[in-house]
């Protein structure tokens, strides 16, 4: 039986082998609607959160997809991989690596970079998606991104198996799946990711999150949170009912507020997103009363 789905975020812990789209094929089939999107995709192999957007949420996305993320991860030292992960062509180099020159190395990585992108990536190069390339054999990387590394910590290390666990802080269009291959790269014993878990994404954690077959017999469940509630990093302003006719009508409001987009809220809900230039609120997205 198809369930109807509010509009909102739900916070689903995806399991490895389910890529992001199938996530959200299975909750299109579940809810029986159309308009279910995701702010941020997690590689098949992959586990951990992703932000679901359903209904009117999925206006949400460009306010979402920019948070910085929080990963955990498994490095594979002494052998490489030709797509940086489980999935590809496992290569033994035969090296084993220092803990202390993997230590060493990832505490170099830390702040602002000039991150390579991975060549099995879905980035375009000239109009086509860089994995397709590379399934012809073309080598051609795309262009290196600047991205920021706010941590970047070695929390355990496994010599038996020349693997260690990191765990990352990054921005938007970081690869952990890269920052794997650099550390093999430095220390000179190669390495790729072995394993990869989202463990927040701003301020949402794996934690609160259900898995897909929860989400599905349960999209009320305690990982769906409604439209106010999707966007707690975002200032907010009430309204009043003057203002709120303003605002359903478009118009924008003469109000003193940040720089940046803002939520608009009357009584206990979201009625727009606003762009502010720090002088006037101009609606964006209006949600209704």
Do not use: N
């Not at 035969?94 to 990585?109: H, I, K, L």
């Not at 000239?126 to 399934?135: F, L, N, Q, V």
């Amino acid at each position: 039986m198809r369930q109807s789905t509010t509009d909102g975020l739900l916070l689903v812990d995806k399991p490895a082998g389910m890529t992001s789209h199938d996530v959200v094929l299975a909750a299109r089939r579940a809810f029986g609607e159309s308009r279910i999107g995701h702010a941020g995709t997690l590689d098949p192999f992959a586990t951990g959160l992703l932000l679901v957007l359903a209904g009117r949420a999925t206006r949400l996305a460009t306010y979402l997809s920019g948070l910085d993320k929080r990963y955990l991860a498994t490095v594979q030292f002494g052998a490489v991989s030709t797509t940086l992960d489980p999935e590809g062509l496992i290569e033994q180099t035969g090296t084993p690596a220092d803990p202390e020159a993997v230590r060493a190395a990832a505490a170099g990585m830390v702040g602002t970079i000039r991150q390579r992108v991975p060549l099995a990536s879905a980035v375009r190069v000239d109009g086509e998606r860089s994995y397709a390339r590379m399934r012809r054999g073309e080598t051609e990387a795309p262009p290196a991104r600047e991205v920021v590394i706010r941590r970047l910590d070695v929390i355990e290390w496994h010599a038996d198996a020349q693997q260690a666990v990191i765990e990352v802080e990054c921005s938007k269009g970081t690869y952990v799946r890269q920052i794997a291959a650099d550390l093999g790269e430095a220390t000179g014993a190669g390495g790729y990711c072995a394993e990869l878990r989202r463990l927040a994404v701003g301020p949402f954690s794996v934690d609160a999150a259900g898995t897909p077959a929860q989400v599905a017999e349960r999209p009320d469940g305690p990982w769906a949170l409604d439209l106010r509630a999707a966007l707690p990093h975002l200032p907010e302003r009430p309204l009043d009912d003057a203002e709120l006719a303003d605002v359903l009508h478009g118009r924008p409001l003469s109000a003193t507020a940040p720089a940046g987009p803002v939520r608009l809220v009357h009584g206990d809900r979201l009625v727009a997103v606003a762009d502010s230039d720090g002088d006037r609120l101009r609606p964006v997205a209006v949600f209704g009363a």
